[in-house]
């Protein structure tokens, strides 16, 4: 088992790369991270892989630059709107006079696996929803239980292959090779919410650059995950083309001065912005500033309002929202959200671990730093009960290879 963690958050706006060694169960000690602007990426999404790669291989050589040591393997957060979760149901026998081991969680998240995909879709991860043994329903935890059958209410999340296999390459090009592949919603709630949080019913919201990663847990499980391709980078093109800005003024405009909540501007005050055409900078209206910003905000909670509804989930969402990624510092965003879902909503930033530098306990780090929980979790998970996630893989490995023989 290595003791070093690497995790890539290929963002929209930003690549960040850190690594970490693992100290216990709980503890990480970052050694280096690096953050490079990102290029080559739309809504999530690898658009040109030269660009993305260089941003990439810049994020990767900073941190092994802070941490003074080089990385062959790194866990890589995805995101992006092609992918997908669809419900699926597996079923193994246990065996006689046995308890459920962790091979056998595995070998039924194996079964859940077989879903039919058209021929672009590849499966990311199989999240478990709940698992029964025998009678006895909606166990989140099934080891050490006896009986004849376990089965498994899980989520198969998915994506396009063309998108994976470009994020992957531009990767594998630095001599990377790939640990697991994360998506970036399940990452950022590794990162920001409560184990009572999610046992109540939560959806974290990753409001980033291009896109908007969405992920429900209810009873302490994956409910639901979706990504939006709406995110910051579409409040500062409305700004941009409402006052006629270039994108980078518009840009800083709304990081100093922008609001969601525009009913606590007072109408009086002025800001100044670079705009197209003229030499001098323009006096614009903070207000306006504020209503342009809050009306594609209250779009961009109409949306996430409607994907809670389309998840099938029609009880109680205790614990609300909690948003995090950079778009989630706009100032009055988290009011508005509050305003218009009823819901209990708070801000989150990564926590919660030990070894965790400064810089990194910031919103926009969420899905970086949950991917590191991520790896710590399976990892610690390989520790404790032998080499399961070695076995896992020699299985997915042959289920794949049977799956590639059966007809489409
Ligand atoms: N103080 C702030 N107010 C408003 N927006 C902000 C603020 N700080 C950062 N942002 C916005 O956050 C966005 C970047 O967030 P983040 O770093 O989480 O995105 P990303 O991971 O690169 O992109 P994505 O996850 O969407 O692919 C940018 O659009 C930026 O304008
Ligand atoms: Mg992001």
Not at 153 to 168: E, F
Not at 291 to 320: C, F, H, Q, T, V
Request: aromatic residues 4%.
């Amino acid at each position: 088992m290595a003791d070093i963690i690497c995790a890539i958050d290929v963002g929209t706006t930003k690549v960040t790369t850190i690594i970490a060694e693992v100290i216990d169960a709980d503890t990480l000690h970052v050694l280096g991270f690096g953050s490079a602007p990102s290029d080559g990426m739309t809504k999530g999404v690898v658009t040109n892989v030269a660009a993305a790669t260089a941003a990439i291989g810049q994020a990767i050589e900073e941190a092994e630059h802070a941490a003074d040591r080089s990385i062959g393997r790194a866990y890589v957060g995805i995101a992006g709107s092609h992918i997908d979760a669809q419900p699926s149901r597996g079923a193994v026998p246990i065996g006689r006079n046995r308890v459920v081991t962790p091979d056998d969680v595995a070998r039924v998240k194996e079964a859940a696996r077989a879903v039919a995909l058209p021929h672009n879709r590849e499966i990311i991860h199989v999240v478990a929803r709940s698992f029964a043994v025998d009678e006895q329903e909606d166990l989140q935890d099934p080891l050490g239980m006896h009986g004849f059958r376990l089965s498994v209410d899980a989520q198969v999340v998915t994506g396009a292959t063309g998108a994976v296999r470009n994020l992957l390459s531009c990767v594998q090009t630095h001599g990377i090779e790939i640990e697991e592949l994360v998506l970036e919603p399940l990452a950022s709630g590794e990162a920001v919410l409560t184990d009572a949080e999610r046992d109540m019913g939560v959806v974290v919201v990753d409001i980033g650059g291009g896109t908007t990663d969405v992920a429900m847990f209810i009873k302490g499980s994956l409910w639901h995950t979706v990504v939006l391709d709406v995110g910051g980078q579409h409040l500062t093109h409305d700004l941009a083309v409402g006052l006629g800005a270039p994108f980078e003024a518009a840009e800083q405009l709304k990081i100093r001065y922008g609001s969601a909540m525009a009913d606590r501007i007072a109408p009086d005050q002025e800001v100044n912005v670079e705009v197209f055409g003229e030499s001098e900078p323009r006096v614009v209206s903070r207000l306006l500033v504020a209503e342009i910003l809050e009306a594609r905000a209250e779009e961009m909670i109409n949306l996430i309002l409607r994907e809670i509804k389309r998840s099938g989930y029609d009880g109680l969402i205790p614990a609300g929202l909690v948003l995090t990624g950079g778009t989630a510092r706009l100032a009055g965003l988290r009011d508005l959200a509050r305003q218009m879902t009823h819901l209990p909503v708070r801000i989150g930033a990564p926590a919660g671990f030990a070894g965790l530098p400064d810089e990194l306990r910031t919103p926009d780090n969420a899905t970086g730093v949950g991917m590191l929980r991520w790896a710590l979790k399976g990892q610690w998970v390989a520790v404790e009960h032998g080499d399961r996630r070695q076995q896992s893989s020699f299985m997915e490995r042959i289920m794949r290879w049977l799956q590639n023989l059966l007809p489409d």
